[in-house]
């Protein structure tokens, strides 16, 4: 649910906290002791989606570590600004070296529905911000800038049999609310249902046209060298979805 911070003005400082181990991996893991058999789960979790997301992706793991905060510890997880983030929000920064996915004890009371997906979901949508800014990426409107690692989080579900159909349907319905219309500011509780419409978009996106669409929206966006404003936002979409998707797109009354 976080997105990945800006580039520091401080060279950043490699990430640690006192006491915690660090299990190995493609993304490895630095956890407390006492959640050890928490942190099997989170390890397992990420190496399936590195593996995953490399290979649809076509590129290498992103250099970066995952943390486990215990929740009296959170307060002292890397950030780049002064003030800690919500408790129970994991969140992706590059305030230390290498880039850390900071991941809760216990996710926030928000992030509903809870069902068996979410606690994955939420880890490889954290681990998608990472492989997205191991290169440099413009500013994007929000909406996009969280629309990608839901979609990568879905490929990932669609690739280990998650049963995503069995976590949409207990994602409320949010009349009014459309995909474009998050601007990734305002009430946990909005932007959660904002993240639930964008998570739906995503799989029926990938439904209709495959997940090679992710391949080719992360490499659209790798190319871009302006700021990307609305109109380019939704280009880039359509383009990434393949001959039909501007059609496709208008034909969503959720986008």
């Known amino acids: 649910m976080g997105r990945g911070g800006n580039s520091v003005a401080t060279p950043p400082n490699t990430v ?14 630095l956890h407390p002791p006492r959640l050890a058999d928490q942190a099997q789960k989170v390890q ?21 570590t995952a943390m486990l905060v215990a929740n009296e510890e959170w307060r002292n997880a890397p950030r780049e600004s002064e003030r800690p983030y919500p408790m129970g929000l994991p969140y992706f920064t590059r305030s ?23 606690p994955p979901l939420a880890i490889w949508h954290e681990l998608a911000h990472a492989f997205l800014l ?64 964008l998570l739906r978009f995503a799989t029926a996106a990938l439904e209709e046209f495959g997940e090679g669409l992710l ?3 992360f490499q659209a966006l790798w190319d871009e060298d302006k700021i990307v404003d609305e109109r380019r936002a ?22």
């Open 16 to 29: 640690t906290l006192p006491g915690y181990r660090l299990w190995e991996g493609n993304v490895p893991l």
């Open 44 to 64: 397992h979790y990420l190496m399936q989606g590195t593996d995953i997301l490399s290979e649809v992706l076509a590129v290498e793991p992103p250099d970066a």
């Open 96 to 118: 230390v070296a290498p880039p850390a996915l900071v991941l809760p004890e216990e996710l926030s009371p928000i992030f509903q529905p809870r069902t068996a997906a979410t």
């Open 134 to 197: 191991q290169r440099e990426v413009v500013k994007t409107p929000a909406w996009l800038g969280e629309f990608v690692p839901q979609a990568a989080a879905v490929v990932v579900a669609r690739r280990m049999k998650l049963s995503l159909s069995g976590h949409l349907k207990h994602v409320e319905d949010a009349p009014g609310l459309t995909v474009r219309g998050f601007e990734g500011r305002g009430e946990a509780g909005i932007q959660m249902l904002h993240q639930n419409l």
């Open 215 to 217: 391949e080719r929206l």
């Open 234 to 255: 939704e280009k880039l979409v359509a383009a990434a979805l393949g001959p039909r998707g501007s059609e496709w797109l208008q034909s969503r009354t959720e986008f």
